[in-house]
């Protein structure tokens, strides 16, 4: 049978396994071989995988993480490693490779196709911030972790009538921020995209005050800047009593949502499907509903744009 490894690399988030359970089982279905590289890009660098049955991906479409390991792979970024990757590759006589990751694992997959390697990436990042589809695997689980916790803290900020500075993932960008700030009720979301002039921000703190708000949760975006440093300045303009909370790490990990394992068994699927029709070299994605595919080639360099509109609604809704 013809063998084909898979791989998950860069930072891990819920529902990978649900992928690889999906991409191995269809795989099988198609008859091929499945080769599941261990720890990322450093498996192929190491020699690091086993074959992969049914049965090694029993039991794992409900957790969190991902048990192929992953890593971020610096090496991936040049020719020596690039060339080593695909050393292994050919020994392991592998026709080609399903990558599941974020931007740094779309980045490689496109480097191992000038190498003639035939890849199909698969979107997984709890950022949401890769252009050529609505949404990565990771994406909602991430959200209702953060929303669960912003509830949480919303208790504490109304009891002592305080402002709550809340510091969310997702690296330069504020895809997270804003659907987290929705679906909190936050007063207001702070995001690299749409920089607030501090002063104004301040004043409408205040003025939400004297409307008779309790409490007031800013989203932070961690790709904005220090969350302790924007918290003082609040506190020094408005002269009232600011906390941060970081939610950190428990946004990436845990029990993937149902709406996440939907999305990451239709991408594995949708994976295979297209490296058995010989439609290489694309990112699977999802649009509008629709199960999608673009070339890699076409969406690598590109970036999703911010919803303007959606960050002027959240002020609407949370006034
Ligand atoms: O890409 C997911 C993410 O959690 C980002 O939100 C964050 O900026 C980054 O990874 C942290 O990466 P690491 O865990 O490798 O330091």
Redesign the pocket.
Known sequence: AKKIGIITS??D?PGMNAAVRAVVRYGISLGYQMVGIRRGFKGLLEDDFATLTLRSVSGIINTGGTFLHTG?CPETKTKAGMNRAVRTIKELDLSGLIIIG?DGSLAAGNALTKFGVKVVNIPA???NDIYGTDETIGYDTALNTAVEAIDKIRDTATSHDRIFVVEI???EHGF?TLDVGIAAGCEFIVVPEMKPNMKKLALELTKGKERGKTSEIIAFA??YGCSDDFADEIAKLTGLEVRVSNLG?I??GGRPTARTRILASKFGVEAMKLFHAGKYNRLVGITNGKITSAPIQSVIKREKKFNEAEFKLLRTLSV
């Open positions: 860069g930072g988030a971020r974020g990042s709890i950022d993932m997702g690296r997270l961690e790709g790490y946004q990436r």
